[in-house]
């Protein structure tokens, strides 16, 4: 019985000594003290023996008993430690690393601004609507009162394409893609890219964005353009403005204006940020040209409308201070960083 014992023994220190992860321990424990375990075995042996010799060797087992279950319960607190620090190298994490340098995103400011100038119109009751960059001559000029021996198509030169088509000059033909989906009255906005055959400079790209508006109802007239215009102007730079309308010369709008505002610097005075003049030039705009109307199939004895158009990067320009329009465009995350607002 002796030896039986010693090989238990050195059988379980070996099987103890294999185990290397916590969870592996439960099956050390079922093979040698479990119901139907080594121990267990042999004191089922002990009803065979005399009384004293159980009595002796009862003793022994209880005492390998105890000395098992605590050889398991050291090795458990051995490799739970172990299994601890491996943990805390693998998984550690750098407190001192400054949250505020991450490389988490933020909304471009032209996008802000498109945003800010979509809230505002919704909230007066217009659509936001979308149009293609890619046009036709005849959403982009024809139907806007531009045919093709017009002189303003010079202005706008772009790109084309082989089979005819082009880069949008204007976000305008959003106003005639409107007009062939919704039925006057309407109040519509269009914001998008818009693109020029340009050489860049400080404040010209071949590609910046524009914010195209329309309204049509019966009696509409200058004064509600006026109205809108302000209202729009006074949300987005958070301060009564003050507007005015020079004749301006756009194809599809008679009249047509150019509206100025009073420069909120120097309240007209003259400064470098509206260059000496009091005013600064910020929107196209007019009452929408009969031509434009038919060309939607809106009766122009019927209806009236006013449209505008701005452009976006020139308004944020000036929201957020910004001197050249190359940067807006030019995807450097750490400058769009500059205008987060989150
Ligand atoms: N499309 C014109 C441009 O790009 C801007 C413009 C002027 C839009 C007058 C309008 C408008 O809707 O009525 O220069």
Same mark, same amino acid.
Request: glycine letters at 8%; a negative charge.
């Given at each position: 019985m002796e030896k039986e014992f010693q090989a238990l023994e050195k059988a379980f220190h070996q099987t103890l000594d294999t185990i290397k992860q916590v969870k592996d321990l439960e099956g050390v424990k079922t093979q040698f003290l479990g119901k139907k375990g080594k121990l267990t075995g042999m004191m089922k042996q002990l009803k065979d023996l005399s009384n004293e010799k159980k009595a002796e060797i009862g003793k022994k087992i209880?005492?390998?008993?105890?000395?098992?279950?605590?050889?398991?319960?050291?090795?458990? $607190?051995?490799?739970?430690?172990t299994e601890f620090q491996l943990k805390m190298e693998?998984?550690?994490?750098?407190?001192?690393?400054?949250?505020?340098?991450?490389?988490? =995103?933020?909304?471009h400011p032209i996008s802000l601004v498109q945003q800010r100038l979509e809230d505002i119109f919704v909230a007066m009751g217009f659509r936001v609507l979308d149009g293609p960059h890619i046009e036709t001559e005849y959403y982009n000029f024809e139907a806007l009162n531009i045919p093709s021996y017009h002189p303003a198509r010079d202005m706008q030169d772009t790109f084309y394409f082989e089979d005819g088509h082009l880069l949008r000059t204007h976000t305008s033909p959003i106003q005639i893609r409107g007009m062939e989906t919704v039925k006057?009255?309407?109040?519509?906005?269009?914001? =998008?890219?818009?693109?020029?055959?340009?050489?860049?400079?400080?404040?010209?790209?071949?590609?910046? %964005?524009?914010?195209?508006?329309?309204?049509?109802?019966?009696?509409?007239?200058?004064?509600?353009?006026?109205?809108?215009?302000?209202?729009?102007?006074?949300e987005i730079f958070e301060s009564e403005v003050e507007v005015r309308l020079r004749p301006g010369y756009f194809p599809f709008v008679e009249p047509g204006f150019e509206l100025d505002m009073l420069c909120l610097l120097c309240k007209g005075k003259g400064c470098k940020f509206c260059k000496q003049v009091g005013w600064i030039e910020l929107i196209g705009c007019g009452m929408? %040209?009969? $031509?434009?109307?038919?060309?939607?199939?809106?009766?122009?004895?019927?209806?009236?409308?006013?449209?505008? =158009?701005?452009g976006i990067d020139r308004l944020a320009m000036m929201k957020y201070d910004i001197t050249d329009i190359r940067p807006l465009h030019g995807g450097n995350l750490n400058f769009s960083r500059l205008f987060s607002v989150s």
């Amino acid at each position: 019985m002796e030896k039986e014992f010693q090989a238990l023994e050195k059988a379980f220190h070996q099987t103890l000594d294999t185990i290397k992860q916590v969870k592996d321990l439960e099956g050390v424990k079922t093979q040698f003290l479990g119901k139907k375990g080594k121990l267990t075995g042999m004191m089922k042996q002990l009803k065979d023996l005399s009384n004293e010799k159980k009595a002796e060797i009862g003793k022994k087992i209880n005492q390998l008993k105890g000395e098992f279950q605590s050889s398991i319960q050291e090795k458990s $607190n051995a490799l739970k430690k172990t299994e601890f620090q491996l943990k805390m190298e693998n998984e550690w994490i750098d407190i001192t690393i400054n949250p505020y340098e991450s490389d988490s =995103g933020s909304i471009h400011p032209i996008s802000l601004v498109q945003q800010r100038l979509e809230d505002i119109f919704v909230a007066m009751g217009f659509r936001v609507l979308d149009g293609p960059h890619i046009e036709t001559e005849y959403y982009n000029f024809e139907a806007l009162n531009i045919p093709s021996y017009h002189p303003a198509r010079d202005m706008q030169d772009t790109f084309y394409f082989e089979d005819g088509h082009l880069l949008r000059t204007h976000t305008s033909p959003i106003q005639i893609r409107g007009m062939e989906t919704v039925k006057p009255p309407f109040r519509i906005v269009g914001p =998008g890219k818009v693109f020029r055959c340009e050489r860049t400079d400080a404040s010209h790209d071949s590609c910046f %964005h524009q914010f195209e508006g329309m309204m049509v109802d019966r009696n509409i007239s200058v004064a509600h353009l006026n109205y809108f215009m302000k209202t729009m102007l006074a949300e987005i730079f958070e301060s009564e403005v003050e507007v005015r309308l020079r004749p301006g010369y756009f194809p599809f709008v008679e009249p047509g204006f150019e509206l100025d505002m009073l420069c909120l610097l120097c309240k007209g005075k003259g400064c470098k940020f509206c260059k000496q003049v009091g005013w600064i030039e910020l929107i196209g705009c007019g009452m929408v %040209h009969p $031509n434009v109307l038919r060309s939607g199939n809106i009766d122009p004895v019927e209806f009236s409308g006013f449209a505008f =158009g701005l452009g976006i990067d020139r308004l944020a320009m000036m929201k957020y201070d910004i001197t050249d329009i190359r940067p807006l465009h030019g995807g450097n995350l750490n400058f769009s960083r500059l205008f987060s607002v989150s």
